[in-house]
């Protein structure tokens, strides 16, 4: 489970101040957090040997996105088909890892993040939908703790929302109106090179982009977005990413309507744009824009 962090009350800089506390859960163990750092190359890498794109170092590598490629290769069968080889490239979505270990972000990744970093507000809310569940916290490793989650942090944003307003009002009532710090909106101030990551944690999740500035103009330019992280297909080393793994063991009481699958799918809210893309049955450009400066 993975949570990049969000809801600063004192700047990005300072990530304790984070409503939604950063961190890694690997292998389900909450007793065991891991830190985050989108700038760490052996972090965050993102893999297309099962995806229908080419890496010019080989499609075995992994890339951070400020080395990112993204350089299509559709190599899948042709239309109408019903099914995709998983040895094979089967998905136009790429492949994410955290150290190499798939990740599950999103609503229940940040209850069982700031569950595990001690918060009594997520502690408060985790607590009382166990108890009256009369579950264990280990249930919400499944389709039940995503949906639950989905509600609980409802409950915290509601909270934190009030809190915000009224340290709002009170700003003003002190006669602080400043609304943003503009310093660095100004171009001529600008460097030449740079790179950078902007991070949020979205509804569905985890979202990052990242980028590379070369004489003034972007060089490159990588997102990472939740539904990427939670439907990509395997990896190189055959793990599966989020969405294959919690339909593994799914029992279906009805096989003709498979509606526990549905379920199962609709807990994560995917996000269909994000493997679903357009394109023109002729091969024709369907259109192409420039921007002019």
Known sequence: YLVY??????????ESSFKFPSGVILNKDINNLQEVDLREDAQVQEFI????????????????????ETNLNYTGPKPPYEHLDVDQKYSYLKTPRWRGHAMEVGPLARVLVGYARGREDFKEVVNMALTNL?????????????????????????????????????????GDVRMADTTKFAPKTWPAEAKGVGHTEAPRGALAHWIVIEDQKIKNYQLVVPTTWNASPRDPEGQRSAYESALL????????????????IHSFDPCMACAVHLYD??????SRIQVVP
């Open 5 to 14: 962090g969000d809801l600063p009350t004192n700047g990005y800089r300072d």
């Open 134 to 174: 009369n579950v264990p916290v280990t249930a919400l490793f499944s389709t039940l703790g995503r949906t639950a989650a989905r509600g609980l942090e409802s409950i915290l944003v509601a909270q934190w929302a009030q809190e915000f307003y009224d340290a709002l009002i009170t700003n003003i009532k002190n």
């Open 281 to 286: 049955e002729e091969g024709e450009t369907v």
């Open 49 to 68: 040997s099962r995806s229908w794109y080419e890496y010019s170092g080989g499609d075995a590598a992994g890339l951070h996105p400020w080395a990112g």
């Open 249 to 264: 063991d799914t029992p279906v009481a009805n096989e003709e309507q498979p509606l526990e699958i549905l379920r199962t």
